[in-house]
Structures are given as C-alpha cells and as structure tokens.
C-alpha cells in the first residue's frame, strides 16, 4: 500500500476535555536551533555587506589600511562593504574610504580607488552553506584563506582550502 492510498481517520475526543498532554523532551532543543549557523545571504552587486568568517566567527575589518578579522563590535575599524559588480567580477568597496578590497602579491590589503585585476572576487557557494571568495591568480582561480592570523589570496591552495564566509546583508 503507498502513503497515497491511506484514507485519513478523524480524532474523536471521548472525554470532552479540552487539556492536553505534550511531552517535553527531557533536553531542550532551542540550544540547537541557537547554536546552528545562520544562513548566508547571497553576495549581490548593490547591497552591503557584514562578512564573516564561519571558523573563527571574526568579521573581515579594515582597520588603519589594514585588513583583519576582528570581533564584531570591536569599536576599531569599518565592517561593513559594498559589493558591486564589473565585466561579471564581484568587488568589495569600504564605504567610508571608497577604497576596494584587494590583494598585493599574496596579502590582502584595501588600497585601489577602482575595481580592476587585483580586487576582483567571485563567490562560490558552498555545500554547508556559506561561500568561498576566490580571486584570479594569472590563469587560474585562488581562494583567499588565512595564513596564521593574516589574511591571504592563496596562490597555491585548492579551492576547498579557502575560508568560508557568510555574508550578512546589512542597509548602507
């Protein structure tokens, strides 16, 4: 018998009680829905951005010409960047400065007034959710990843060695 041939049977309440009996698992499960990681928004030219790496949960942030993770709400620096879009490349302008995020040889760094070959991204969603930023390195694609505390365009790594990043779309 398939589930389409099952005829539905109503419920009759003999006792005419309207209480009922729920029974509560004896652990909550609030604490998993609290501690699942919360879904990316869509890297998208014309909206802003908080990024956030999934491992270390530190937000990207430039801080004096220097791009970093830090805590969210540290005080120091600007977090939140424009994506925009050029001949189909993704690009992340800090909106205070004007300035595009970038790399200089293998460093990332926030230095280009415009969007050209060494501030260019794209975004690859990933299976678990969150995306790889990768960057053109000569003929192919780099994911940009950490190198100890420093962020990196990896010339040589693969794109599963990249950071995983969730994008937190935020207003202007």
């Known amino acids: 018998m398939s589930l389409n041939q099952i005829e539905p049977k109503a419920f009759t309440d003999d006792d005419n009680d309207n209480s009922t009996t729920i029974f509560t698992p004896p652990q909550t499960i609030i604490a998993d829905f609290l501690e699942a990681p919360a879904r990316s928004a869509v890297p998208w030219a014309g909206s802003t951005f908080i990024i956030r790496c999934m491992s270390t949960h530190k937000v990207l942030t430039l801080v004096g010409g220097r791009i ?56 690859q969603a990933t299976p678990d959710g969150g995306y790889v930023l990768s960057m053109p390195h000569w003929w192919k694609l780099c994911p940009v990843g950490l190198r100890g505390d420093q962020l990196v365009k990896y010339a040589d790594g693969s794109l599963y060695s990249g950071v995983v990043w969730q994008f937190e779309k935020v207003g202007a």
């Open 68 to 123: 970093m993770l830090a805590p969210r709400g540290g005080g120091a620096g600007t977090i939140r960047w424009e994506c925009v879009e050029n001949h189909g490349w993704l690009g992340f302008r800090d909106p205070a400065t004007h300035l595009f995020l970038g790399h200089s040889d293998h460093d990332m760094c926030c230095r280009a007034p415009h969007h050209d070959e060494w501030e260019r991204f794209i975004a």
